[in-house]
């Protein structure tokens, strides 16, 4: 046992070394694609800001995927991140704040470092919420993985017990956005599908929460297909909102974040396939370099 205590002490000395203590950009992580609609808002509200986005591309989709190994495949990207100099990181992904932001928040911080931080997406989106909705009737469409966690239900019911919650599992709509089919007659079929599903099981909801960052492509398919009065709630403008007033209320970080107003992009997979979708959800060719998580 104290042959195993030397070995992951020298582990975690080797890991700490790696760490610069400079200033650096803040991290934005993302299984994918999705993530670049929260990185865009980021850059609109704090455009002074240095930013690195990471998409683990390679290994999409998370939603499918088990809890065991999102939290695995998120903690290799936020390590990695670290390793850019990130102080800060986002997770700009619901399924990775769903599955994996807990434990690394809890168990893997204070050994790597507790003076960095993680920070989810999902208790952003949740704080506003009863300022929203007149009925308390909240529906959250998202990933398989978002959806069978019930962390938006978890998070809501802590903030707002008089809010009910339900949720529907979107399997296709990740596919739809990714092969440009967000806004052709092929997407029709599977969001009414899953807008009725929904709203037919409570018709009391008010507001719909668009609990996957590729959802917000959908927007104007979506809205044909719901009835005028429901709200839908996209988490770009909250997410960014609330890292804004989190960098005000901790000056101590806001100093760790390099401020020269550019943004660098990394992939697991192809860069020249990143940079062609990239240009979907931020309206720009980005030049992308590729990395391997381990």
Not at 170 to 187: I, K, T
Request: hydrophobic share 35%; aromatic share 10%; proline share 5%.
């Amino acid at each position: 046992m104290k042959r195993y205590s030397l070995i992951l002490l020298f582990l975690d000395t080797k890991m700490n070394k790696k760490l610069s203590s400079k200033p650096g950009p803040i991290g934005v992580f993302d299984s994918g694609y999705g993530g670049l609609t929260i990185l865009q808002h980021f850059r609109k509200m704090l455009p002074q800001y240095d930013y690195i986005y990471l998409g683990d591309n390679a290994r999409t989709p998370y939603g499918t995927r088990s809890f065991e190994v999102v939290y695995e495949f998120t903690l290799q990207a936020v390590n990695r991140l670290f390793e850019e100099g990130c102080h800060l990181v986002i997770l700009a992904c619901n399924t990775a704040s769903a599955k994996a932001l807990r434990n690394i928040q809890q168990k893997d911080l204070p050994n790597i470092d507790p003076n960095r931080r993680v920070l989810g997406i999902i208790r952003p989106t949740v704080e506003i919420l009863d300022q929203v909705t007149q009925t308390k009737h909240i529906g959250v469409l998202g990933t398989t993985g978002t959806i069978q966690s019930e962390t938006y239900n978890i998070e809501i019911t802590k903030l707002f017990p008089h809010i009910q919650t339900l949720g529907e599992a979107c399997p296709m709509w990740v596919p739809l956005v990714e092969n440009r089919e967000y806004d052709g007659a092929g997407a029709d079929y599977f969001v009414k599908k899953h807008l009725d599903s929904i709203l037919n099981r409570d018709p009391m909801i008010d507001t719909l929460v668009l609990g996957c960052t590729h959802y917000p492509l959908l927007i104007e398919k979506i809205k044909q297909y719901i009835p005028t009065g429901v709200r839908l709630l996209s988490q770009g403008e909250y997410v960014a909102n609330s890292l804004q007033h989190y960098l005000k209320a901790h000056p101590e970080m806001d100093e760790r974040c390099t401020k020269n107003g550019s943004s660098k992009f990394y992939t697991t997979e192809s860069v020249d396939k990143f940079s062609d979708i990239a240009s979907i959800f931020l309206s720009e060719k980005v030049e992308v370099e590729h990395l391997t998580l381990e």
